[in-house]
């Protein structure tokens, strides 16, 4: 597995920010060469910034950070604070930012970076709605070539959705987004919550991060411990699920996931059904596969793993 070169597409939230925790604590497997944020969890304007606070947190106010889109292509914006919280990273208590946004738009960044790319070497992933990754693709569809994949956090397959019954976040809040994106014709990933509500923070798990004793164990104690509290109510689930570090942990090491292709639709026209994903699981109308899209993971070795990992975070 050769070494990706990552544009990681965001909307932090305490899972997003545990993902780029985990991507800059992982160097091996990992270029990250820049976060593009989104309007997603919160407005943009906090998106963008909670990024910074995270880099910030690990050290790391070299990263390249891009503003990008503040609404969905077509529907009104859609955030999450009863599950974040008001500023979108309850319990990090981090100070305001210091380190620079970069000045281009994060759209014309993706292009630029894919268009100086080989072919088939550039990674991205978004793990809020899609609406960045739509727009490049729409404005500059020659970038189509230089992307080795796209690898989401998003949709719900067995699984029921988490912000209307039939769909999840990601995918209701921009979905005419993720169907530009899945239909570009590029290897396409899915994490799903039928993945993602198997990696749950359970207290155990929880208090192994907090034993990290660094700044960032502290911080990562403080956003799961508000974190937790929605879907341990909501669904009687032992923990928070960890969804969009599973797309990282994925390009660490994809052995720890299982999967399989099929082919995907996802609606963009009922209201009732609004961003559902619809995944011919058992092929049963025959249609070429057009998506990986995971349903299991080794939870103990993913937590392992994230745990390890953001022990290398000194800062
Ligand atoms: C997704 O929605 C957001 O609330 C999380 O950050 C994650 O990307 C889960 O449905
Ligand atoms: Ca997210």
Redesign the pocket.
Known sequence: MTKRSLILD???????AIAILLALASEEEIELLGITTVA??VPLALTTSNACRICELAGRPDVKIFAGASQPLFRKLVT?EW??GNSGLDGANLPDPSMPLQAGHAVDFIIDTCLAAEDKSITICP??PMTNVALALMKEPTIIPKIREIVC??GAIKELG??TPAA???IYVDPHAAKVVLDAGVEFVMMP?DV?HKALVTPERLQKLKDLNSPVGEVCGGMLDYFNRFDMTRYGFDGG?L??PCVIAYLIDPELFKGRRVHLDIETASELTMGNTLADWWGIEEKEPNAYICDDLDVDGFFDMLTKRLARIKA
Not at 10 to 16: A, S
């Open positions: 965001c909307d932090p939230g305490q899972d997003d997603g969890n999450a599950i974040h793990i809020g956090m998003g988490n912000t999840e976040f990601n919550l993602t699920p969804h969009d």
